[in-house]
């Protein structure tokens, strides 16, 4: 069985500060992991992904992600946040079955 | 590429009514898949296909019905809408089959946003 959940249903930080959007998984198999990016009103965007290889991946925008099997958890950083990051952000897990597994949003909030 | 797209943006249906959203790729994908998005519950699965004429069950298929004639479109039909289907209806795509092992992202299309009174 595979399960996603994200930790904050809502994060807010300052402008130029730090961001950390955490996500543990829960896999039968090794998983893919994917953190997806919605802004308001749009559709989903593909910030990154994991799928075996570098344990730390770097995405767009300035985003990296880094898989911990041993805490099976793969949480979103950004050095510095922008107002431009103020979207919803998805965690999802696939592998080894025929669906991706969302979570269930955290919602980023960037103050000026 | 014009990518996924789906049609309509919005839709105001009175209970009861049936109707079909579209969804179309360009990226000759065999995977496409329908999800709803609820405040508080992300996105969960409805239908999904692994190419032409063959379709399969999601997390959430009750109300709705799929086909999928080509590789390009995957319509979604709502045959009795109800209330409780009020929601934004994602299509996505991908080249590979999951559970072959593919690891390829799924590319959303903009989304249809449904409300049934």
């Known amino acids: 069985a595979q399960s996603v959940t994200q930790l904050d249903s809502h994060v807010s930080v300052s402008e130029g500060t730090p961001v950390l959007l955490r996500c543990n998984y829960s896999s039968s198999y090794s998983p893919s992991l994917f953190w997806y990016v919605q802004h308001p009103n749009k559709g989903l965007q593909l910030l990154l992904k994991?799928?075996?290889?570098?344990?730390l991946v770097k995405g767009i925008n300035g985003f990296e992600a880094e898989f911990k099997k041993s805490e099976t958890s793969f949480h979103l950083t950004k050095p510095s946040a922008h107002m431009s990051d103020a979207a919803e952000y998805f965690c999802v897990v696939s592998g080894g079955g025929n669906q991706f597994y969302f979570g269930t949003g955290t919602s980023l909030t960037v103050i000026p | 590429n014009a990518g996924v797209t789906q049609t309509p943006k919005f839709q105001v249906l009175k209970t009861g009514q049936s109707m079909t959203l579209q969804c179309a790729q360009d990226m000759n994908h065999e995977y496409m898949s329908w999800y709803r998005q609820d405040p508080g519950m992300g996105l969960r699965l409805i239908h999904y296909s692994v190419g032409a004429g063959i379709t399969d069950q999601g997390e959430v298929p009750n109300g709705y019905n799929v086909s999928r004639s080509t590789t390009e479109d995957f319509p979604l039909r709502l045959l009795s809408a109800a209330p409780s289907q009020t929601s934004v209806y994602f299509c996505?795509?991908?080249?590979?089959?999951?559970?072959?092992?593919?690891?390829?992202?799924?590319?959303f299309g903009p989304g249809t946003r449904l409300l049934v009174l």
């Open positions: 994991y799928t075996s290889a570098a344990t």
């Open positions: 996505a795509s991908s080249y590979s089959i999951p559970q072959r092992g593919g690891r390829e992202t799924q590319y």
